[in-house]
């Protein structure tokens, strides 16, 4: 696809646990690594013309302070915000920080388990949410905010 002409920047954020993607319960979060992620995440944000970054923290604090620091330097947001999605009011004010849209991950559809796991802090600060299409949930979110940074430099 032809490069876009601005230099778009998606932040990729990982929350707590997520560093053992691949061990941790495969037969709910599938065996890729966060690596295996990261690394289709890149590519193909080389094939859409964005340019991807990621981030893992198992620290809520951690994971406010990357929202802050991207506010005005970055075009879009994938978070996983992992066990931090059904407590966290401190990422969902960060997230009301900024004006880029925002897709929250769920690698399991946190709807089918638990149902501690049925509510989000993050959903209604969010554009949008995709749940349970294991690793393809980051490369169509990646997808749809590419075409967003297209449309931003087309109108
Ligand atoms: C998760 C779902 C959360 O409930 C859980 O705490 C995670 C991973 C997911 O990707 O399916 O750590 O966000």
């Given amino acids: 696809m032809e490069p876009l ?16 993607l691949g061990k941790r319960e495969p037969e ?7 690596d295996d992620i990261n690394t289709a995440l890149k590519e193909t944000g080389n094939h859409l013309g964005v340019c991807v970054e990621t981030f893992q923290s198992n620290h809520e604090g951690a994971i406010v302070d990357k929202i802050q620091e991207i506010m005005n ?3 879009g947001l994938i978070i996983n915000p992992g066990a931090y999605t059904h407590t966290s ?4 004010d960060a997230l009301l920080l900024l004006s880029f849209p925002v897709v929250e991950v769920h690698l399991s ?5 638990e149902t501690f796991r049925h509510h989000s802090m993050i959903a209604g600060v969010a554009t949008g949410q995709i749940s349970g299409l294991g ?3 980051y490369i169509l979110a990646l997808e749809y ?3 967003q940074c297209r449309a931003v430099v087309h109108n």
């Fill in 5 to 20: 002409s601005e230099n778009k920047i998606i932040m990729v954020i990982h929350g707590p646990n997520l560093n053992m």
């Fill in 28 to 34: 709910v979060y599938g065996k890729a690594t966060l």
């Fill in 73 to 75: 330097s970055h075009h």
């Fill in 89 to 92: 009011v401190a990422i969902r």
């Fill in 109 to 113: 559809n946190i709807y089918k388990r």
């Fill in 135 to 137: 690793g393809d949930g």
């Fill in 145 to 147: 905010l590419a075409r």
